[in-house]
Protein backbone atom coordinates (compact mmCIF):
# COMPACT_ATOMS: atom_id res chain seq x y z
CA UNK A 1 0.00 0.00 0.00
CA UNK A 2 2.83 2.40 1.07
CA UNK A 3 4.86 1.70 -2.56
CA UNK A 4 1.08 2.94 -3.79
CA UNK A 5 1.00 5.96 -1.92
CA UNK A 6 -0.66 5.06 1.60
CA UNK A 7 0.64 6.98 4.10
CA UNK A 8 0.12 4.35 7.09
CA UNK A 9 -0.62 0.49 7.67
CA UNK A 10 -2.34 -0.99 9.96
CA UNK A 11 -1.25 -4.86 9.66
CA UNK A 12 -2.65 -7.74 11.67
CA UNK A 13 1.18 -9.73 11.15
CA UNK A 14 2.61 -6.57 12.41
CA UNK A 15 1.06 -7.62 16.02
CA UNK A 16 3.53 -10.78 16.07
CA UNK A 17 6.29 -9.55 13.67
CA UNK A 18 6.70 -5.68 14.61
CA UNK A 19 9.94 -5.56 14.23
CA UNK A 20 10.47 -6.94 10.62
CA UNK A 21 7.17 -5.12 9.45
CA UNK A 22 8.32 -2.06 10.71
CA UNK A 23 11.78 -2.36 8.73
CA UNK A 24 9.59 -3.13 6.07
CA UNK A 25 7.46 0.22 6.20
CA UNK A 26 10.62 2.38 6.31
CA UNK A 27 12.25 1.33 3.54
CA UNK A 28 8.95 2.02 1.44
CA UNK A 29 8.93 5.42 2.81
CA UNK A 30 12.69 5.87 1.77
CA UNK A 31 12.37 4.39 -1.46
CA UNK A 32 13.75 1.03 -1.07
CA UNK A 33 10.70 -0.65 -2.77
CA UNK A 34 13.20 -4.02 -3.75
CA UNK A 35 14.20 -4.38 -0.09
CA UNK A 36 11.17 -3.90 0.96
CA UNK A 37 9.39 -6.51 -0.96
CA UNK A 38 12.08 -9.29 -0.07
CA UNK A 39 10.58 -8.57 3.44
CA UNK A 40 7.08 -8.61 2.04
CA UNK A 41 7.53 -11.91 0.14
CA UNK A 42 9.33 -13.75 2.89
CA UNK A 43 6.24 -13.76 4.94
CA UNK A 44 3.71 -14.26 1.98
CA UNK A 45 2.71 -17.42 3.06
CA UNK A 46 2.20 -16.49 6.46
CA UNK A 47 -0.18 -13.68 5.24
CA UNK A 48 -2.84 -15.68 4.19
CA UNK A 49 -2.44 -18.25 6.85
CA UNK A 50 -3.56 -15.77 9.02
CA UNK A 51 -6.72 -15.19 7.43
CA UNK A 52 -7.84 -18.82 6.67
CA UNK A 53 -9.22 -19.18 9.76
CA UNK A 54 -10.39 -15.54 10.62
CA UNK A 55 -9.03 -12.98 12.51
CA UNK A 56 -7.44 -12.80 14.88
CA UNK A 57 -7.71 -16.57 15.32
CA UNK A 58 -4.49 -16.86 13.20
CA UNK A 59 -2.46 -13.79 14.76
CA UNK A 60 -3.44 -15.29 18.27
CA UNK A 61 -2.35 -19.04 16.91
CA UNK A 62 1.16 -17.51 15.52
CA UNK A 63 2.02 -15.63 19.57
CA UNK A 64 1.28 -18.43 21.11
CA UNK A 65 3.68 -20.57 18.59
CA UNK A 66 6.08 -17.96 19.44
CA UNK A 67 5.44 -18.07 22.98
CA UNK A 68 3.94 -14.96 23.74
CA UNK A 69 0.48 -16.15 24.57
CA UNK A 70 -2.24 -18.98 25.05
CA UNK A 71 -4.22 -19.79 22.17
CA UNK A 72 -7.53 -18.60 23.73
CA UNK A 73 -10.14 -17.05 22.23
CA UNK A 74 -13.86 -15.84 23.55
CA UNK A 75 -17.07 -17.29 21.93
CA UNK A 76 -18.13 -16.50 19.36
CA UNK A 77 -14.22 -16.47 18.04
CA UNK A 78 -12.58 -20.42 18.00
CA UNK A 79 -9.20 -21.14 17.43
CA UNK A 80 -7.94 -22.27 13.79
CA UNK A 81 -7.85 -25.44 13.09
CA UNK A 82 -5.14 -27.78 14.06
CA UNK A 83 -4.19 -28.47 9.91
CA UNK A 84 -4.00 -23.99 9.67
CA UNK A 85 -1.63 -24.13 13.07
CA UNK A 86 0.49 -27.49 11.79
CA UNK A 87 1.45 -25.82 8.72
CA UNK A 88 2.18 -21.97 10.26
CA UNK A 89 4.40 -23.21 12.58
CA UNK A 90 6.28 -25.35 9.66
CA UNK A 91 6.76 -22.19 7.72
CA UNK A 92 8.07 -20.42 10.94
CA UNK A 93 10.01 -23.32 11.72
CA UNK A 94 11.55 -22.63 7.92
CA UNK A 95 11.78 -18.75 8.67
CA UNK A 96 13.39 -19.11 11.95
CA UNK A 97 10.84 -16.88 13.99
Known amino acids: MVSCGAV ?3 SVIGNAL ?3 FSKMIRLQFR ?3 EAARK ?3 RFTDLFSLLFIDGNPAGVKAMLHEMGFIENVLRLPLVPT ?3 TLQKMSEI ?3 LKI
Open 8 to 10: GVI
Open 18 to 20: PKE
Open 31 to 33: GEY
Open 39 to 41: IHH
Open 81 to 83: RIS
Open 92 to 94: MKE
